[in-house]
């Protein structure tokens, strides 16, 4: 997530929902050069196939990286 925080899903995903929350930054700024956070999102696909007519099938796995910026900010409010 950028700031040394690792979330790691497990099947296919989970839509978005309020109530299960999200990651929650620390600090409001970061220390890196631009005050954003880095981080990177990685899937990984394992599929296994089969053609039975031709008596052939296998396995492999697939991997894609992407990397993000977030930009993080504070606003305190006084009523």
């Known amino acids: 997530m950028g700031d040394g925080t690792t979330v790691t899903c497990h099947g296919p995903g989970t839509p978005y929902a309020k109530s299960r929350g999200g990651h929650l930054?620390?600090?409001?700024?970061?220390?890196?050069?631009?005050?954003r956070f880095k981080g990177t999102a990685?899937?990984?696909?394992?599929?296994?196939?089969?053609?039975?007519?031709?008596?052939?099938g296998g396995?492999?796995?697939?991997?894609?990286?992407?990397?993000?910026?977030?930009?993080?900010r504070e606003v305190q409010v006084l009523n």
């Open 25 to 35: 930054y620390e600090r409001p700024f970061s220390e890196q050069p631009g005050g």
């Open 42 to 56: 990685t899937a990984h696909w394992t599929v296994t196939w089969t053609a039975p007519a031709l008596g052939d």
């Open 59 to 72: 396995q492999f796995t697939e991997t894609r990286a992407t990397g993000f910026t977030a930009d993080v």
